[in-house]
């Protein structure tokens, strides 16, 4: 809990404001959104189950960010490593 009040103090002074906040918000939601499907569902599923506008915002961010797509990597491994696809 104290951590979570320091990292959101500290957000409010360096992070993103207005019309950049409620980008970053929208698209970390989506993302957050997309990687726990993707681990419960499956790479299919979890395609099938994102609406377009959220598709393409993944999409973008696989592109993009190496990061990201190790992330996405890491949970499809997980997946495999467990029987699961």
Do not use: C
Request: charged fraction near 30%; hydrophobic fraction near 35%; charge should be positive.
């Amino acid at each position: 809990r104290i951590l979570g009040e320091v990292v959101a103090t500290v957000m409010t002074g360096v992070g993103p404001k207005g019309i950049g906040f409620a980008r970053y918000s929208v698209d970390y939601h989506i993302l957050r959104n997309y990687l726990h499907v993707l681990n419960e569902w499956g790479e299919e599923r979890a395609g099938v189950a994102l609406p377009e506008y959220a598709r393409d915002i993944v999409q973008k961010y696989l592109d993009r960010e190496e990061s990201f797509r190790g992330l996405r990597d890491e949970i499809l491994e997980r997946r495999n490593a467990r029987g699961r696809s």
